[in-house]
C-alpha cells in the first residue's frame, strides 16, 4: 500500500523513529543484538519474525520498560532519553498492547483520562476528555460511545479505546503490538482503515504481527528480526510472503500445507445438544450438535471466548456438561466417575490443550517426564506393577524428539528450557504417537515460529491421512482455512453454520464469527 504522505517531503524530514546499535542482554541470553532501524514518519511500518526473535524487547525498550546496554533512541532527529513509558508518552510514543490495560467496570471517558487527569477535579478533565474524543472519533473513524462501560463493549471497539487513550496524550508515534489476534475478519478490516486515516493525518506506525497478509496489506515498509538481528528491512511493494518467510526463518518455507482432498469414513464423534454451564452459572455452550467422522479435519473458528474454549475441556475430560456424547457410537460419560482426561484417553481421544503452560506440560519437570504424564500407566513404560521404567521412557522420548525435530534434542531438560514452538512439539509428539481415533487440537501454532508452524500442520494432515478424526480450535482463519475439510463457526457457545472451505470466504465466515446468520439458517 503506498505511503500517504508526499515522498519528496519525507526524503528530506528526520526520521520519526531512528534506533543506533540497540544491544540488550538478559544474563546470557542477548535478545537484542546492534540493531539499527529508521522509521519515517507518516508510514506504516511492519517488524516481523520468529518467536523469541526479540521484537518485543526492542519495543519494550522503545515504550521505557526496558533499558538497552548499548545504544541511542532519536525521535524526529534528536536523541531521546526513555527511561519509563511516561518518558515515552512525553516523546510522543503510544503503544496498544495485545492484552488491553482497560479497567473493565470504568467507562471510555473514565479509562480514556486515567493517568492524564488535569488537577484534583474531574469535571473538567471529563468534560474537555468528551470534547477531544467526539473530535478524535470523527477524523479517524473511532466512534465509541463515551459514557459505555469498558466489560460492554466487543473486543474491537475496546481497541479502539486504547488507540484513544495514545491519541488523547498526543502520540503521533503509535506501536501495536499483535492487534488483530483477538479481532473478527470485519474488525480487521475496520481497524486497517483506521490505521489508514492515522497514516493520512501523519501519525508514524509501528506494526508487531506474526501474519504476513496483514504485512502485505497495511505497511509501507517492514523488518525482519532473527536470533535477536535485525536483518533486512523492504518495501512491501518490493517483497513477498515467501520471501519474508525466507528472511525470517532463514530457508524456504511452505506457507499453505499440500494435502489431498479428505476421504471421511465412519462416525467417530456425535454430539447432540451439548450444554455448559460455568461456576457463576451461565451458559457457555448451548445445544451443540456436531459429528466428526474418520479421515476429516473439523475446523471450529470463532473469536476466542464464545465457547470454543469449553468445548475442548468437555471433550477432553476437563469440565461437566450435559446432552450426548458418543465416541465409536458409544456413550461418554459428562458428568460421572468416568469423566475425567484418563478415561478420555483409553476411550482413544488425545488432547493438545489450548494453554500448553497450564494444562499441557509442567515447566519445571523434563521432557522424558511430560512425554509420560497421563499414559504414565502404559504397559510399555512399565517395570512391574509397582514402577515406571525410566528408561523406557527415555528412549521413548528421544525417539519422539527426533521425529518431531524438537530442538535442542535433550530428553532430559525442562520444559521450560524449549521455545514456545519445540514446547508444543513435545505435546503434539506425546499424543498423536498415541495412535488416537481423535485428536483434540486447540491452537496448535499460538506463539509458534513460522518454520514450526509448517512442521505442526503437516504432522495434523499426516494423521488425517491415517485415517484418524481431528478436531482443530483456532483462532486463526488462515489457519482454519489452510487445515480444514469442514467449518464450522461457534459465536456465543452455539454452532451458527457449517462450511466447506471451497465453498466460503473470510467475509462469510468473518460474518458468522460475529453472530450474523444467513437468512436460510436464520430460518432454521
Do not use: C
Amino acid at each position: 500500500m503506498a505511503p500517504a504522505q508526499d515522498t519528496g517531503r519525507q526524503a528530506t524530514a528526520a526520521p520519526a523513529i531512528e534506533l543506533r546499535g540497540i544491544s540488550k542482554a538478559f544474563g546470557p541470553v542477548q535478545a537484542n543484538k546492534d540493531i539499527s532501524i529508521r522509521v519515517m514518519p507518516g508510514m506504516i511500518h511492519g517488524i516481523i519474525g520468529e518467536n523469541g526473535a526479540g521484537k518485543s524487547t526492542l519495543m519494550s525498550i522503545l515504550y521505557g520498560f526496558y533499558k538497552a546496554d548499548a545504544g541511542e533512541i532519536l525521535i524526529h532527529g534528536r536523541e531521546a532519553k526513555i527511561t519509563d513509558s511516561q518518558a515515552a508518552i512525553r516523546a510522543g510514543i503510544g503503544m496498544v498492547f495485545q492484552h488491553f490495560k482497560l479497567v473493565q467496570n470504568f467507562t471510555v471517558l473514565e479509562n480514556v483520562i486515567l493517568g492524564a487527569e488535569e488537577g484534583a477535579l474531574l469535571r473538567p478533565s471529563l468534560a474537555k476528555a468528551r470534547r477531544e474524543l467526539k473530535r478524535l472519533a470523527e477524523e479517524y473513524e473511532l466512534e465509541v460511545d463515551p459514557d459505555a462501560l469498558v466489560e460492554e463493549l466487543s473486543v474491537g471497539h475496546q481497541q479502539r479505546v486504547e488507540i484513544l487513550k495514545a491519541l488523547y496524550r498526543q502520540a503521533d508515534i503509535l506501536i501495536l503490538d499483535e492487534p488483530t489476534g483477538v479481532l473478527t475478519p470485519a474488525e480487521a478490516d475496520h481497524l486497517f482503515r483506521i490505521l489508514a486515516n492515522l497514516r493520512m493525518q501523519g501519525k508514524t506506525i509501528l506494526l508487531i504481527t506474526h501474519k504476513l497478509r496483514e504485512i502485505m496489506e497495511i505497511t509501507d515498509t517492514v523488518s525482519v528480526m532473527r536470533r535477536g538481528e535485525m536483518t533486512a528491512t523492504v518495501t512491501t511493494a518490493g517483497t513477498s510472503p515467501e520471501e519474508l518467510a525466507e528472511l525470517m526463518v532463514g530457508r524456504k518455507v511452505l506457507l499453505h500445507v499440500p494435502k489431498a482432498p479428505a476421504n471421511p469414513g465412519r462416525t467417530v464423534l456425535e454430539i447432540r445438544d451439548l450444554r455448559l454451564r460455568d461456576a457463576t452459572g451461565v451458559e457457555r455452550i448451548k445445544g451443540i450438535d456436531l459429528t466428526i467422522r474418520a479421515g476429516e479435519i473439523l475446523g471450529i473458528a470463532g473469536v476466542a471466548g464464545n465457547g470454543q474454549s469449553e468445548l475442548l475441556e468437555v471433550l477432553g475430560g476437563f469440565a461437566a456438561a450435559t446432552g450426548s456424547v458418543r465416541m465409536n457410537g458409544e456413550e461418554i460419560d459428562l458428568t460421572g466417575r468416568h469423566s475425567d482426561g484418563q478415561t478420555r484417553r483409553a476411550r482413544g481421544i488425545a488432547h493438545v490443550p489450548e494453554d500448553r503452560h497450564h494444562l499441557g506440560l509442567i515447566l519445571d519437570f523434563s521432557a522424558w517426564e511430560n512425554i509420560a504424564f497421563g499414559y504414565h500407566n502404559a504397559p510399555e513404560y512399565q517395570k512391574n506393577a509397582l514402577l515406571m521404567d525410566n528408561a523406557a521412557i527415555i528412549a521413548d522420548t528421544e525417539g519422539k524428539i527426533e521425529r518431531f525435530d524438537v530442538r535442542p534434542p535433550n530428553a532430559f531438560l525442562p520444559a521450560k528450557s524449549f521455545s514456545g514452538g519445540n514446547q508444543q512439539k513435545i505435546v503434539l509428539a506425546r499424543e498423536i504417537e498415541r495412535n488416537p481415533d481423535l485428536l483434540l487440537v486447540g491452537q496448535p501454532t499460538r506463539g509458534v515460529d513460522i518454520g514450526a508452524i509448517e512442521f505442526i500442520h503437516k504432522r495434523i494432515v499426516e494423521l488425517r491421512d491415517a485415517g484418524k478424526a481431528v478436531l482443530l480450535v483456532s483462532v486463526e482463519l488462515d489457519e482454519i482455512m489452510s487445515l480444514a475439510d469442514r467449518i464450522a463457526v461457534m459465536f456465543d457457545g452455539r454452532i451458527m453454520g457449517e462450511r466447506l472451505p471451497a465453498d466460503t470466504n473470510e467475509r462469510e465466515l468473518g460474518l458468522l464469527m460475529a453472530g450474523v446468520a444467513d437468512s436460510a439458517e436464520t430460518a432454521a
